[in-house]
């Protein structure tokens, strides 16, 4: 018998289909570079909690069945004990709690998650908690308690594992939670158990899902989800009135939204869309050379990789910075990588980026806000280095947003509804791209960095690897210099 997991389970709460398939058609899963870190450092996270309750004793038992006969034996023969990884079985159900208490005939209930004490994931967590009470408390026991164990923000490298978490009991919503939950388990089960696939809801929630077709035989290619910001509300109204194509989608429906008007407009003729040429030309002329075009990396974790730093604090490590001088100018790259990110380098950082920025009288990055932060937030890290500390401050003040540019301007089918830098690129400039790196997107880069620091790497691997880093990172700026080229060429014609 395959017992009903807790990710089955709030999968099917999210939607039905995605939840049989999670129980009836699992698939390997194969982790990026990311997920296997965070992966690992969820598990890293669970263990340090265990610091919390210091007489704690581990159910290491895998399979579920005799998991939950352990822990019914240990809790009925004390009074007072706590257990890390417990199994409960209730039916077609299984959870395991990550800790649970018993004081008297009364257990509390706690859930470790790794991110930020008060983060907006807050909720969710609510929810995973409330599964677990329900299935505990359905195998006979009474929760008299349930608490988020959290990461807190005030931790810093090096304090005693005890001050990493924060917990918040979160009994009340739990216990208003946990009255539908155990509403929706009957239900559940008879779907989940059931050889037959449910059928699906079109709607906002399958705007991501890889199933789309398989549901409802629609392709999202050219279909309402690729009209950015349209939001759950507006897209559930138009799909309930029967419209999902945009070839399909009267144009009013849309208001007078320029970014929806002209995503709609694109989509549906198949071409490249230019709104207010003048404006953009007007913009684009009146920069002023040299351009730098930059780009960084940032690394954070939950366990902080430098004195100083909080969990989750992003540091960066790395740049690359293409600089032309004019028009019509040679192009010239700058780039900077830790030597050894088992030591914090960000001052070095710094001096390097300052020095090459020197000559640079305006700055362009994709959503450059991201850019314009790192430089204030080294601004503030270095302020005891006034001069150092001003001139980055200075260097924040001179972006120009190419993501902007773009958006407030044209739209290409090819772009599917996004403006991610990755979208851009193959779909105006031709013969420039990631294709054939090992390493394809900031979130892979920033945890092989952190793969680095933590000394995960065999040394003849470093070599190899620092070279994949700085080649992605020049392919982020050579995609801006690519990106502003062909608007400066679309703008004049």
């Given at each position: 018998m395959r017992l009903i997991t807790k990710k089955m389970f709030l999968e099917y709460d999210y939607c039905p289909v995605r939840g049989w398939i999670e129980r009836n058609e699992p698939r390997e899963f194969r982790p990026t570079i990311a997920e296997d870190f965070r992966m690992k450092e969820g598990l890293d996270v669970g263990r340090r909690a265990r610091s919390l309750f210091p007489e704690g004793i581990l159910i290491e038992e895998p399979d579920p069945f005799e998991a939950s006969f352990i822990t019914e034996r240990i809790i009925g023969d004390r009074r007072s004990v706590t257990l890390f990884e417990p199994a409960f079985i209730s039916g077609d159900f299984v959870s395991r709690a990550d800790v649970v208490r018993k004081e008297g005939e009364e257990l509390d209930v706690f859930e470790v998650k790794s991110s930020l004490a008060g983060s907006s994931n807050t909720k969710d967590?609510?929810?995973?908690?409330?599964?677990?009470?329900?299935?505990?408390?359905?195998?006979?026991?009474?929760?008299?308690?349930?608490?988020?164990?959290?990461?807190?923000?005030?931790?810093?490298?090096?304090?005693?594992?005890?001050?990493?978490?924060?917990?918040?009991?979160?009994?009340?919503?739990?216990?208003?939670?946990?009255?539908?939950?155990?509403?929706?388990?009957?239900?559940?089960?008879?779907?989940?158990?059931?050889?037959?696939?449910?059928?699906g809801l079109l709607g906002y929630k399958c705007r991501d899902c890889e199933h789309l077709r398989r549901c409802f035989g629609l392709e999202r290619k050219q279909s309402i989800f690729e009209l950015p910001r349209l939001g759950a509300d507006k897209t559930d109204a138009l799909i309930e009135k029967g419209y999902f194509y945009l070839e399909e989608l009267p144009q009013e429906a849309l208001g007078d939204k320029p970014l929806l008007q002209r995503v709609f407009r694109g989509a549906k003729s198949g071409r490249l869309v230019l709104d207010e040429p003048e404006e953009l030309r007007e913009k684009l002329n009146s920069l002023k050379y040299?351009?730098?075009?930059?780009?960084?990396?940032?690394?954070?974790?939950?366990?902080?990789?430098?004195?100083?730093?909080?969990?989750?604090?992003?540091?960066?490590?790395?740049?690359?910075?293409?600089?032309?001088?004019?028009?019509?100018?040679?192009?010239e790259h700058r780039e900077f990588l830790y030597d050894d990110p088992s030591r914090d380098e960000s001052l070095l950082l710094a001096e390097r980026?300052?020095?090459?920025?020197?000559?640079?009288?305006?700055?362009?990055?994709?959503?450059?806000?991201?850019?314009?932060?790192?430089?204030?937030?080294?601004?503030?890290?270095?302020?005891?280095?006034?001069?150092?500390?001003?001139?980055?401050?200075?260097?924040?003040?001179?972006?120009?947003?190419?993501?902007?540019?773009?958006?407030?301007?044209?739209?290409?089918?090819?772009?599917?509804?996004?403006?991610s830098i990755k979208k851009l690129l193959p779909a105006l400039v031709e013969g420039v791209g990631y294709e054939g790196l090992f390493i394809h997107n900031g979130d892979d880069a920033r945890y092989v960095f952190v793969n680095m620091a933590l000394g995960n790497y065999r040394e003849s691997e470093i070599e190899k690897i620092r070279r994949d880093m700085l080649e992605y990172c020049k392919m982020d700026t050579l995609a801006m210099v690519e990106i502003h080229k062909f608007l400066c060429d679309l703008s004049s014609e």
């Open positions: 967590y609510i929810r995973d908690l409330s599964y677990t009470v329900s299935v505990v408390e359905n195998s006979g026991y009474r929760v008299k308690k349930a608490c988020l164990i959290m990461i807190s923000r005030m931790y810093r490298k090096g304090d005693d594992d005890r001050k990493l978490f924060e917990i918040i009991d979160v009994t009340g919503e739990v216990s208003e939670q946990k009255i539908e939950i155990k509403a929706k388990l009957e239900s559940a089960s008879a779907v989940l158990t059931s050889t037959l696939i449910p059928s040299p351009i730098g075009y930059l780009d960084f990396e940032t690394a954070a974790s939950v366990i902080p990789l430098y004195d100083g730093l909080a969990p989750y604090e992003g540091i960066p490590y790395q740049y690359s910075l293409h600089i032309r001088r004019e028009a019509s100018g040679v192009l980026l300052v020095e090459d920025l020197k000559d640079c009288r305006t700055l362009m990055a994709h959503h450059a806000s991201v850019e314009r932060n790192i430089l204030r937030w080294l601004s503030n890290r270095y302020k005891d280095f006034p001069e150092l500390s001003e001139q980055l401050i200075s260097f924040s003040e001179i972006f120009v947003d190419s993501e902007l540019l773009v958006k407030n301007h044209i739209y290409h089918p090819d772009f599917g509804g996004s403006f």
